[in-house]
């Protein structure tokens, strides 16, 4: 069974830094595209920015130029880092990988959520 694990959630002050890590575990021999989605209440999830091969970068207008993701293949994990934090980015953030070719059948995976709380 293929697991993803978040950590680094928590609250801060507007302005302020986070950085998320996601570990994927499991036997895993090839992950395409990891990431992270964020959804606030009331509201629809929605793509924050994932990374495909470990190189390629995709991100919401939203978060451009404050977030940055990156990954270690080799860890299978990615992270998020969170600049300059607005009240807007508050939401559940949740780990997504797709493309997964493991011993487990599924294709894609989900983080079971972490909380981020940007008070102004």
């Known amino acids: 069974q293929v697991q993803l694990v978040e950590s680094g959630g928590g609250s801060v002050q507007a302005g302020g830094s986070l950085r998320l890590s996601c570990v994927a575990s499991?036997?895993?021999?090839?992950?395409?595209?990891m990431g992270w989605y964020r959804q606030a209440p009331g509201k629809e999830r929605e793509l924050v920015a994932d990374?495909?091969?470990?190189?390629?970068?995709n991100y919401a207008d939203s978060v451009k130029d404050r977030f940055i993701v990156s990954s270690d293949n080799a860890k299978n994990t990615v992270y998020l880092q969170m600049n300059s934090l607005k009240p807007e980015d508050t939401a559940v953030y949740y780990c997504?990988?797709?493309?997964?070719?493991?011993?487990?059948?599924?294709?894609?995976?989900w983080g079971q959520g972490t909380q981020v709380t940007v008070s102004s």
């Open positions: 997504h990988a797709d493309g997964v070719v493991a011993v487990a059948s599924a294709r894609e995976y």
């Open positions: 990374i495909t091969r470990g190189v390629i970068t």
């Open positions: 499991g036997t895993i021999f090839r992950i395409t595209v």
